[in-house]
């Protein structure tokens, strides 16, 4: 009897291997197909995520694109969900060759300008790689049964009701600031002192952390996404729980969800209007092999005009977005460059965050 | 009242309430284990002696000492020399150090311990599992 | 039968594979559940929903019960939700009763997990929806409810655990905010590396295992007594251990499920709360932690009843119970389904190939470990001058990988091993410091969101509402019994627990 056991153990043992075994070699084996020329010289890849978690926007990107840029170059590449900051001090100390790169969003130099992470980490320091996606999903939400349905008609109640306030819950120097920013400058500049002072801020992490605080009855609108908050405003959600989406920041309504985007809805700042999504991106060591870069710009190019790519983004609702590495430092400098004017004139946290 | 029981929190200080508070409760459990032990001591009539030791009688300052070492120099080769050699040599020698000798079967053991255990954490957790080693 | 139409043949072996590879992982100090089930991950976009949940559940069950066999063995805790399993789970193998120990620690464990899973197949809605009713203030309350533990750990001196709690929690405060992004507690030459602050599992195993053997080394490394006698000549295990004890293990499997139903509860505080109470309400406390199968029952009764708890808000809601469902998040994402309120209605046959798919790693969990711990037992009678540097080197790489491969969570794990040999000798009590670590990061984001929604106001915490009155009254009756029992031991001479 015993022998029995310890054969099906061994047994067991033997078919977990098989099936890991299996799927290695299966991913090498449909990398032959690929033509050399964007071979790397490099056997695995460490693509850092600006992410500790694997259940999020930045891991399923991340996931997409390497699974697919792997067998373009012809190499190994493994995601690591490190966390920003831990990122960052990885790729500032990486070795040249692409053995350690990064892939993040717009959070990377968002979070220099509003002093989350420190200086050194400024985009001018780092070789921007190519951009291969992006989620126009930026949204701001409110309970299902709040006293008005978009974000200028919640500023409209602020003017109309001079006693009550309107908390938003954002994560500090990231994305969800900029956009509360984007709606605060824009009220402020609209309707002056008198409604801007009761637009208050719930500092707060993670996006269940905002909806907690949303059904705790802690803040009146938060900052979310499409694609993890459309669950909670369909027909049959509980009352109790039920949102609706007050505005998206993207610059033409996302396909298949009646969200009005801020830009119709008139909300401008600086006399322009406010556009907004998230993109994502590699980012380099400064003094990277050109060799390598070359052929991640190259082997980029290609994965983003696969049709499965595309497929497996939009099961999220992202989108392909391709600006090539020669582009790419440009493009996102001057988006900083229009985002700093924001981040200058923004809410001062510590005022805002008071009751 | 209300004044007492509120809190001054502002967004640049959130992160340092909590570690004041808790800095405070740790200071005032300090006072009072020293005043616990003070009144000890007075009605003992032993506020003077001090019998405190920080090792084991007789303690085994090689295998201690060495095992420290080998652990802060295992460490500290990981990421120069790679996992697997630097595992089989800190194994090797840690073997031999807690063995205490160097018979020929303790060495053939402890070659034989840190190359498969090597090899093989390797061999799963590297190179199947592909978890990121040194 | 309806399991067989739902699961494929695939996803039943690939559960069936997932719990043993769980197991391993759990059993492997350094490793755990979580880190399993990331490691799996990517390989899941190649499989069905179906048959990836089955591979993933059962990774997840495996790893959450491996935890106990280093737990009871070797007195290291072989995932942080198994600790309270070495308070009583050691001193029994120390007794010769290794084998007693891990048998009770798996039925146990999976009384846990079906009581959980029903929990979860007839209550998930309604639960998720209190789950939510539990505020920041709530929260605050049941992590300070889990930290009167320490009271009852104190050995020797009350003053000095609740010294060493409070060290604890202000170690786990080392590191930034995540709020407003500040470090504190840092000095600033290793801002880069504290960032994070200290990792929990090199601190837990940096405590338990290397402390361990740095103080077996200091003694000369002799062959210890229960490695000289025969297993089991004592006590055999049978069924009747549990006997006295149903209330024991419901009210742990429970407690178990109550806290994975908590999102951003962790789930360490799920055995430590079940081991307290525990403690409070046995009949005999004082044998406690001197090798009782209660407090075995306890701890893993209510780690595995974390298994189904988590999954409710999960499934119901979309937010995940623990760090290990936050993880199983990214497996329905990379197929496309976003797990939230109307997950259930919609897909009906989905759940129930979850809930099956539990059902079937339980049994196997139960079995294969039921069978595999006579040869697992062996591992004590293996010389340690040959087990502890397997051991050290397991915990180098488990440490390396926690956060994908930062060397500083090596030194992290050194450091710690260093200060638990330190803190041992000058009377800082390695339990409640530990209890304190994990639970403090928790208790103060609780408190700091209950304050920003108050304004600072600090009465919220006793206005808030029903619960949090009824959770005070659970943490004065909960202290109020510890120091009684601390006083009454003291009285007949007894040390409530000889060694933390």
């Known amino acids: 009897m015993k022998k029995i056991w310890v054969f099906v153990l061994i047994l067991m043992l033997g078919a977990v291997l098989a099936a890991c075994g299996g799927s290695s070699e299966e991913a090498s084996s449909d990398a032959e197909g690929s033509d050399d020329t964007t071979k790397v010289d490099i056997s695995r890849v460490r693509v850092l995520i600006g992410s500790s978690s694997t ?56 979070g220099v300008e509003y002093g989350s992470f420190p200086e050194e980490y400024s985009l001018d320091n780092w070789k921007v790689g190519p951009i291969v996606a992006i989620n126009p999903g930026n949204v701001f939400l409110s309970k299902a049964d709040a006293p008005y349905n978009t974000m200028v008609e919640a500023a409209e109640w602020l003017k109309a009701n001079p006693d009550k306030t309107i908390t938003v819950a954002i994560e500090a120097g990231g994305v969800s600031q900029i956009s509360f920013d984007g709606f605060y400058i824009w009220a402020k500049e609209t309707y002056g002192e008198e409604v801007s002072s009761r637009i208050k801020a719930y500092i707060t992490g993670s996006q269940s952390d905002k909806d907690q605080a949303l059904w705790d009855g802690n803040v009146d609108i938060i900052h979310g996404a499409i694609s993890s908050n459309v669950q909670y405003t369909e027909d049959g959600v509980e009352d109790k729980i039920k949102m609706k989406f007050l505005g998206v ?8 969800y009646d969200i009005p985007t801020f830009a119709e809805q008139g909300i401008q700042v600086n006399g322009q209007d406010f556009v907004f999504a998230k993109e994502y991106f590699f980012l380099l060591p400064k003094d990277i092999d ?66 | 009242m209300k004044e007492l029981l509120t809190i001054d929190i502002k967004y640049d200080e959130y992160h340092i309430i909590f570690p004041r508070i808790i800095m405070g409760i740790l200071i005032l459990l300090v006072v009072l284990m020293l005043i616990k032990a003070l009144i000890k001591r007075l009605k003992d009539g032993s506020l003077t002696q001090f019998k405190f030791k920080f090792f084991e009688e007789n303690f085994d300052k090689l295998k201690l000492f060495g095992t420290i070492g080998l652990i802060v120099v295992y460490v500290f080769f990981l990421e120069i020399i790679g996992f697997i050699a630097s595992s089989i040599v800190f194994m090797f020698l840690l073997t031999i150090l807690l063995k205490g000798n160097f018979q020929r079967k303790t060495i053939v053991i402890s070659v034989i311990n840190s190359v498969t255990t090597s090899i093989l954490v390797w061999f799963f957790f590297g190179y199947l599992f592909d978890i990121t080693l040194p | 039968m309806e399991a067989f139409e739902i699961l494929t043949p695939l996803s039943i072996i690939l559960c069936i594979l997932g719990v043993f590879v769980g197991i391993i992982f759990g059993a492997i100090p350094g490793m755990t559940a979580t880190m399993a089930i990331a490691i799996f991950l990517p390989i899941t976009y190649a499989l069905d929903l179906i048959d990836s949940l089955g591979l993933l559940l059962g990774l997840y069950v495996g790893g959450i019960s491996g935890g106990l066999v280093p737990a009871i063995l070797m007195n290291i805790p072989g995932t942080p939700s198994s600790i309270c399993t070495t308070f009583d789970g050691y001193p029994m193998t120390q007794k010769g009763q290794g084998e007693r120990a891990l048998k009770v620690g798996i039925t ?52 000095g655990g609740i010294f060493s709690g409070f060290l604890g929690v202000f170690i786990s405060l080392v590191g930034f905010f995540a709020d407003n992004n500040q470090l504190r507690l840092v000095p600033s030459f290793l801002e880069n590396q504290l960032y994070y602050g200290f990792a929990l599992l090199p601190v837990l195993i940096g405590l ?29 295990f049978s069924f009747k251990v549990f006997k006295g004890q149903w209330i024991n293990t419901f009210r742990s499997s429970a407690i178990g499920t109550f806290v994975g139903i908590l999102p951003g509860v962790g789930g360490s505080a799920a055995s430590i709360l079940a081991y307290s109470q525990t403690k409070n309400f046995s009949k005999n406390p004082d044998r406690l932690g001197k090798g009782e199968p209660e407090g075995v029952i306890a701890s893993e009764a209510s780690n595995n009843g974390l298994t189904g708890g988590a999954l409710i808000p999960l499934l119901s809601l979309g937010i995940p119970g623990d760090s290990t469902t936050a993880v199983l998040v990214g497996a329905f994402l ?13 897909n009906p046959d989905l759940w129930s190939g979850i809930v099956w798919a539990l059902v079937i790693a339980n049994i196997v969990m139960f079995l294969l470990m ?80 209950s304050l920003k929604g108050s304004g600072g106001d600090l009465t919220i915490f006793f206005t808030k ?16 019994f510890s120091l009684y029992q601390s006083w009454k031991s003291k009285k007949t001479g007894n040390d409530i627990r000889n060694a933390a």
């Not at chain 3, 846990?112 to 929260?139: N, Q, T």
């Open chain 1, 249 to 256: 920041t993207s610059k033409e309504r996302v396909e298949g």
């Open chain 3, 334 to 346: 990379l197929q496309g389904i976003q797990v939230g309120p109307l997950f259930i209605t919609q």
């Open chain 3, 208 to 236: 338990f295992a290397i402390t361990q053997i740095l103080q077996e080394a200091e003694k000369g490394m002799k062959t210890a007594s229960h490695q000289k006698f025969e297993f089991d000549k004592k006590e055999k």
């Open chain 3, 465 to 480: 509402g029903p619960i949090a009155i009824v959770l005070w009254v659970l943490i004065f009756a909960s202290i109020i």
């Open chain 3, 108 to 159: 146990a464990s999976l009384i846990g997990g079906a009581f959980s899973l029903a929990i979860l197949y007839f209550f998930a809605p309604v639960l998720a929806s209190v789950a939510i009713d539990f505020s920041s203030v709530e929260k605050f309350l049941i992590i300070l409810f889990a930290l009167t533990v320490i009271a009852s750990l104190s050995s020797g001196s009350l003053l």
């Open chain 1, 55 to 110: 259940g999020g926007d930045t891991y399923q990107n991340a996931d997409a694109v390497t699974r697919y840029l792997e067998k373009e170059l012809d190499t190994n590449m493994k995601v690591d969900a490190v966390g920003a900051n831990r990122a960052f001090d990885e790729l500032a100390k990486a070795k040249t060759d692409g053995s350690s790169i990064m892939f993040f969003h717009d959070m990377s130099y968002l």
């Open chain 3, 370 to 449: 039921f069978l595999a711990i006579k040869y697992m037992a062996k591992i004590v009678f293996v010389p340690k001058q040959i087990i502890y540097p397997i051991i050290i080197v397991m915990c180098v790489v488990g440490a390396y990988a926690i956060n994908n491969g930062v060397l500083f969570d090596v030194w992290t794990l050194v450091l710690f091993g260093l200060a638990g040999f330190v803190f041992a000798k000058i009377g800082i009590q390695v339990a409640p410091l530990l209890i304190g670590f994990i639970l403090g990061k928790d208790l103060e984001k609780y408190f700091i969101d």
């Open chain 1, 290 to 355: 050109e060799n390598f870069a070359s052929k991640l710009d190259q082997g980029a190019a290609k994965v983003v005009e696969n049709a499965d790519y595309a497929k497996d983004l939009g099961v999220n609702a992202f989108y392909v977005n391709h600006y090539s590495l020669e582009e790419s430092q440009a493009y996102l400098t001057e988006k900083r460059d229009f985002m700093r004017y924001i981040i200058e004139n923004g809410a001062d946290l510590n005022e805002i965050t008071a009751n």
